[in-house]
């Protein structure tokens, strides 16, 4: 028996693996880590008597959101934008509460280490009602979390940070957890030896390019780690380029946050041309009109569109996902370069550029790049920086170019399952 951790709470059983299930079409590529799918059978929840099916499944939805702190504290995390429901038995209980018994199918991007495992345990919160949780964090949230959060960790993002693995787990089950065995099984999702679309990023002879980067902090501050990652950006582009052929607006390196925030530069290279906007930004919750008017314009004819900044728990990643404007017929690659963006991506994309290009496979005209972990903001630049490198030297595959991201991230991509591209012989 191997454990994921020394408490063994999150215990592997390396034995042989059952046939793969398909969750969805789209794929899956990482240099660091592997996709499984995880059936949950005869898991259970307490529930409130009477309230709805749809109020259950919510509820079921809730309690499942902590595995994702589980997992992080094994260098994993659930895709919870794909997650299959079936509730199949309940039984009345004291107290106006019902147990409810369900299945539950879901994708995890795995740390390599733990390739050859059929089964983890999940610990989860007994229910999932918002007083249950509040309860729940009141009681475990000084000792069941993630160490040095950073911050002082709420009920509102406790199933972020959650980290049985840190806790005596044992002393809770009766009274505020239920353990569940997770089988895992590889997914037929996972792809091997894709490359970008190069023919189609360069066949106009151009490369356009989006970075978008998102301060730590909300205002001007020049110790700022995002915005120290937008100059360093800019500082890159020209050390690697040369200097720009044009540049709108004019400025000067120390007007940027100081009323220069949106920027376009050209460079001319032995490619091509190479068209590159640079936004800097507070919030995607906080933008306004100008910002998204100004993002939209960028990206129909974009080749490359980087996202640099908080995943605001998924809320900023959803938000830019459903955002934007694309040519149909355009083939672009995104990366999502906020913390665990890979739990929130889902399909929402590829819809999009389906519906745009008659009903095609999204997947033929959109990559995403994101993260099964927490990207740090030092290094939010030298990821972008590096993508935009392969594509303009069109040599390396995906799992070439996600070997070049600090491994700490766990970065994946998906959607590259039916590129064409393959280098010259």
């Known amino acids: 028996m191997r454990c994921l951790s020394l408490w063994s709470l999150v215990c592997l059983f390396i034995v042989g693996c059952g046939s793969p299930n398909n969750l969805s079409e789209i794929k899956f590529e990482s240099a660091h880590s592997v996709l499984r799918v995880a059936n949950i059978e005869d898991a259970q929840i307490l529930v409130r008597s009477g309230i709805t099916l749809e109020e259950i499944e919510s509820e079921i939805t809730s309690q499942l959101k902590y595995s994702t702190g589980l997992l992080n504290g094994e260098n994993s995390v659930a895709d919870m934008q ?23 199918e879901l994708k995890i991007s795995l740390a390599k280490k733990y390739k050859e495992a059929e089964s983890l345990n999940f610990y989860l919160p007994q229910r999932g009602d918002e007083a249950f949780l509040r309860f729940f964090h009141s009681r475990l949230g000084g000792m069941c979390v993630q160490r040095n959060p950073g911050h002082v960790v709420t009920p509102d993002d406790f199933w972020y940070y959650f980290r049985p693995q840190n806790c005596q787990v044992n002393n809770f089950l009766s009274s505020d957890m239920f353990k569940m065995k997770v089988s895992l099984t590889p997914s037929s999702e996972k792809s091997n030896n894709k490359y970008p679309e190069y023919d189609r990023i360069w066949e106009d002879s151009e490369l356009n390019v989006v970075f978008v980067f998102g301060r730590n902090h909300v205002g001007y501050n020049r110790y700022d780690v995002g915005f120290h990652a937008f100059v360093q950006a800019y500082n890159q582009l020209l050390a690697t380029y ?3 052929t044009s540049v709108s607006p004019r400025f000067r390196p120390q007007q940027f946050g100081m009323g220069v925030d949106d920027v376009q530069l050209a460079f001319t290279t032995k490619k091509g041309v190479m068209n590159v906007k640079m936004i800097l930004m507070n919030d995607l919750s906080l933008v306004g009109e100008q910002f998204w008017k ?3 314009e960028a990206t129909k004819k974009a080749d490359f569109i980087a996202y640099n900044g908080h995943s605001g728990y998924g809320k900023n990643i959803k938000t830019l996902l459903g955002k934007g404007k694309f040519n149909a017929g355009q083939y672009k690659v995104f990366l999502l370069n906020g913390c665990i963006s890979y739990s929130y991506v889902g399909k929402k994309m590829f819809d999009i550029h389906s519906k745009i290009n008659n009903g095609e496979d999204g997947s033929k005209y959109v990559d995403i790049i994101s993260n099964a972990m927490p990207a740090y903001f030092h290094h939010n630049a030298l990821s972008s920086l590096h993508v935009l490198r392969s594509l303009y030297d069109q040599s390396k595959n995906y799992k070439e170019i996600l070997t070049g991201f600090p491994e700490v991230q766990r970065a994946n991509v998906i959607g590259e399952e039916d590129n064409l591209w393959v280098p010259e012989q």
């Open 294 to 296: 100004s993002y939209s």
């Open 242 to 244: 040369g200097q720009p």
């Open 82 to 104: 794909d997650l299959k429901i079936d509730i199949h038995t309940y039984e009345e209980k004291e107290n106006k509460l019902r147990l409810v018994s369900y299945d539950a």
